[in-house]
């Protein structure tokens, strides 16, 4: 099956500094790729997702790029805030039939005012 | 919508006991999600339901855990007995499948202590 990896497991930063985490894939056939937000006591939330078939994808302060050939994909969130703070998780999944996600183990995102 | 929505929110059992876990998805949402959540593991999926059939439950645990759907709008993830290792916190989460990558709504989850 898939197989997610994902890095920092923490990471600090002071406000108004970027951040970036790092996620690697193992099955070639996965084609989406989401990242999930989850904020203390509650449940994962979608920021953003993309797939196979785009490098680069922007939202605003936030932007995840996508390296097909070397199975891994990143976030990279700029001019952080105190309210970025969270726990920030990756997925992959194959998609043309039964999308489940196979998480990374989360990354905690610390912003210092 | 109220989103997807778990009871209870908080569950503390004595080891041995029978816990019950709900969910009900969001309307319209065909497919649905158990994961459980821990330090140490992070995000596992148990089992997964599509049109409430279960596809996969490759993730469960073991005997102990069951799950059911018995229709679109509910389901339940059982423990019996349950264990100290058990206490993770359970998340169930909801989409609309398959053919397409569609987003997975997670629930506010049920944090459970097995004393």
């Known amino acids: 099956g898939e197989n997610v990896e994902q890095h920092p497991s923490t990471l600090s930063v002071q406000e108004g500094d970027s951040a970036v985490i790092k996620c690697t894939y193992s099955?070639?056939?996965?084609?989406?790729f989401p990242w999930y937000k989850q904020e203390l006591g509650k449940g994962p939330q979608l920021i953003i997702d993309?797939?196979?078939?785009?490098g680069e994808k922007k939202d605003q302060r936030i932007a995840v790029t996508l390296n097909k050939t070397a199975k891994h994909f990143s976030l990279h969130i700029t001019e952080t805030q105190p309210e970025d703070s969270a726990v920030y998780f990756c997925?992959?999944?194959?998609?043309?039939?039964?999308?489940?996600?196979?998480f990374g183990r989360g990354t905690s995102l610390i912003v210092h005012p | 919508d109220a989103g997807v929505i778990q009871s209870p929110r908080h569950e503390v059992t004595e080891m041995g006991q029978e816990v019950t876990l709900r969910c009900k998805p969001i309307?319209?949402?065909?497919?649905l999600f158990w994961y459980r959540q821990t330090m140490m593991r992070g995000l596992e999926l148990l089992i997964y339901?599509?049109?409430?059939?279960?596809?996969?439950d490759s993730g469960m645990p073991e005997d102990r855990f069951s799950a059911k759907m018995p229709n679109a709008s509910f389901s339940t993830l059982k423990i019996q007995p349950s264990e100290p290792r058990d206490s993770a916190v359970y998340f169930c989460?909801?989409?609309?499948?398959?053919?397409?990558?569609?987003?997975?709504?997670f629930g506010q989850g049920t944090r459970l202590t097995v004393v």
């Open positions: 989460a909801s989409s609309l499948q398959p053919g397409t990558n569609t987003e997975a709504f």
């Open positions: 099955d070639s056939a996965s084609n989406y």
């Open positions: 993309i797939r196979s078939n785009v």
């Open positions: 997925a992959a999944s194959i998609g043309g039939g039964s999308y489940i996600p196979t």
């Open positions: 309307s319209g949402h065909n497919s």
């Open positions: 339901f599509n049109n409430n059939v279960p596809i996969d």
